[in-house]
Nanobody, 117 residues
Framework: QVQFVESGGGLVQPGTSLRLSCAVF????????MGWYRQSPGKERELVAD????????VYLDSVKGRFTITRDIMKQTVDLQMNSLSPEDTAVYYC??????????WGQGIQVTVSS
């Protein structure tokens, strides 16, 4: 019932930037927070950035602090992740994530980000 539209991934060189966007569609439901996770081969999925919809409180993975910025649009139910100073360590499949107020969470299909020379 919940559908995601993820965009903005691709192949870029180290030191450049990308912006990931995620829009969520479906029946009316209240979202507590939205964010991005990522997973590389052989590694577990990790939280990259998350933002609460009402207050705009953010949480970042330590390794992306100062480089990534997450923003949201409450009315549009979208979240963007501006990623600057990208490095090969940022290469992963990035998944949009939503957490409902009551409990249910949903995941996007994932979008590839590759940082390579």
């Amino acid at each position: 019932q919940v559908q995601f539209v993820e965009s903005g991934g691709g192949l870029v060189q180290p030191g450049t930037s990308l912006r990931l966007s995620c829009a969520v569609f479906g029946n009316v439901f209240r979202i507590h927070s939205m964010g991005w996770y990522r997973q590389s081969p052989g590694k577990e999925r990790e939280l990259v950035a998350d933002i609460t919809m009402v207050a705009g409180r953010t949480v970042y993975l330590d390794s992306v602090k100062g480089r990534f910025t997450i923003t949201r649009d409450i009315m549009k139910q979208t979240v963007d992740l501006q990623m600057n100073s990208l490095s090969p360590e940022d290469t992963a499949v990035y998944y949009c994530h939503t957490q409902s107020e009551v409990g249910p969470e949903s995941w996007g299909q994932g979008i590839q980000v590759t940082v390579s020379s």
